[in-house]
């Protein structure tokens, strides 16, 4: 069974730094696509960017390149997404889907983050 | 940058009536099109890929349509559990920015 799991929430202060994870199980990491979704309160879904675990090649959404850092360690089937500073207008769930051809097609359970001081 | 417009963005079914939800993309997708559910407090689902192939498990009242540009999401017959916000996606980028859809 193919899963995604998710690290658990967060709560931090403006200015400090974060990286959460995703876990894949259940069939070949390093041969699929993992992408981030962020889902701000009230707001739509935004795709982040994406990576290939096999050799960490990664796109980022325009509108994220250089506001978060997206790797991943294939050794331990785990793909991250990264602040060096968070504010308060990260607050959001942010989910990482596994991506077969274009499609997410698995996603994982969201890790909720909140930033306020 | 793909621009992804969805219609309307709340729309309001009769229990049993046919949900018809739009998505239009700025340049041609050919049918490089999804479509994914998204309920309070889950994570998002993949309902149709290819602009019109159900996902698995995906109940048959759920349809899509369309290629280019222009492409529609139907629910044929509105269930309960069918509320919530319905997102287009072009070829793994750019969401639409949702359609809620409530029960009249």
């Known amino acids: 069974e193919v899963q995604l799991v998710q690290s658990g929430t967060e709560v931090k202060k403006p200015g400090e730094s974060l990286k959460i994870s995703c876990q894949g199980s259940g069939y070949r990491f390093t041969s699929y696509w993992i992408g981030w979704v962020r889902h701000m309160p009230g707001k739509g879904l935004e795709w982040m960017g994406i990576?290939?675990?096999?050799?960490?090649?990664?796109t980022y959404n325009p509108s994220f390149e250089g506001q978060v850092t997206i790797s991943a360690d294939k050794s331990i089937s785990t793909a991250y997404l990264q602040w060096s500073s968070l504010k308060a207008s990260d607050t959001a769930m942010y989910y990482c889907a596994r991506i077969q051809t274009s499609d997410f097609d698995y996603w994982g359970q969201g890790t909720l983050v909140t930033v306020s001081s | 940058e793909i621009v992804m417009t969805q219609s309307p963005a709340i729309l309001s079914v009769s229990p049993g009536a046919r949900a018809t939800l739009s998505c239009r993309a700025s340049q041609s997708l050919s049918n490089n099109l999804a479509w994914y559910q998204h309920k309070a407090g889950q994570a998002p689902r993949l309902l149709i890929y290819g602009a019109s192939t159900r996902a698995t498990g995906i109940p048959a009242r759920f349809s899509g349509s369309g290629s280019g540009t222009e492409f529609t999401l139907t629910i044929s017959s509105l269930q309960s559990e069918d509320i919530a916000v319905y997102y287009c996606?072009?070829?793994?980028?750019?969401f639409g920015q949702g359609t809620k859809l409530e029960i009249k």
């Open positions: 990576i290939y675990p096999d050799d960490s090649d990664t």
């Open positions: 996606q072009q070829r793994g980028g750019t």
